[in-house]
T-cell receptor
Framework: SQELEQSPQSLIVQEGKNLTINCTSS?????LYWYKQKYGEGLIFLMM?????EEKSHEKITAKLDEKKQQSSLHITASQPSHAGIYLC?????????????????FGQGTILTVHP | DTGVSQDPRHKITKRGQNVTFRCDPI?????LYWYRQTLGQGPEFLTY????????KSRLLSDRFSAERPKGSFSTLEIQRTEQGDSAMYLC??????????FGQGTRLTVV
């Protein structure tokens, strides 16, 4: 089965600093999602990547999928306290082998981000 | 429609009792998913529906768990004879056939 390993497990930064969270898969990624979760709440969709070398940005957050499609990174520029939360990467199991079933995800364990003002 | 809605948000129950959770997906979404999340872990896939048909169930879904989506709209997840190990956040998500999944706020279950 596919496993996702996120690093670091937790991260504390000062407001204004840049940071990167990594997500490494044991198998090829056919669809890689990034979600953000506030403690005790649901998941907020950030971005989805499918193609090797793909890069997407939203506001100050950029996500990349490497060419081999086994590693993704999430980069936050000039972090703010509003960026604090748990960041989760998820691999879409339904897209393996040409499938089209979006939404059956295997998640990493999450990275807890704290941003100090 | 403002998103996926789950009810209740919190549930405390005694061991051995049955509980039922409800999920209302985004109205035009035909796919609905249930996940379970324990503290410090990412969500784990439990089951999913396409319209009213339950197409896949994880091995995590023991025979005490049952999920339904009778008319292809809202879904319920029932846990019978709850155990302390069932304490977790239960998350529902919905999607169209070819779009990302949107998650609800979750139902936090505490079994005492």
């Amino acid at each position: 089965s596919q496993e996702l390993e996120q690093s670091p497990q937790s991260l504390i930064v000062q407001e204004g600093k840049n940071l990167t969270i990594n997500c490494t898969s044991s198998k090829t990624l056919y669809g890689l999602y990034w979600y953000k979760q506030k403690y005790g709440e649901g998941l907020i969709f950030l971005m989805m990547l499918q193609k090797g070398g793909e890069e997407k940005s939203h506001e100050k957050i950029t996500a990349k999928l490497d060419e081999k499609k086994q590693q993704s990174s999430l980069h936050i520029t000039a972090s703010q306290p509003s960026h604090a939360g748990i960041y989760l990467c998820g691999a879409d199991k339904g897209l393996v082998g040409g499938g089209t079933s979006y939404g059956k995800l295997t998640f990493g364990q999450g990275t807890i981000l704290t941003v100090h003002p | 429609d403002t998103g996926v809605s789950q009810d209740p948000r919190h549930k405390i129950t005694k061991r051995g009792q049955n509980v039922t959770f409800r999920c209302d997906p985004i109205s035009e979404h035909n796919r609905l998913y249930w996940y379970r999340q324990t503290l410090g872990q990412g969500p784990e896939f439990l089951t999913y529906f396409q319209n009213e048909a339950q197409l896949e169930k994880s091995r995590l879904l023991s025979d005490r768990f049952s999920a339904e989506r009778p008319k292809g709209s809202f879904s319920t997840l029932e846990i019978q004879r709850t155990e302390q190990g069932d304490s977790a956040m239960y998350l529902c998500a919905s999607s169209l056939r070819s779009t990302e999944a949107f998650f609800g706020q979750g139902t936090r279950l505490t079994v005492v």
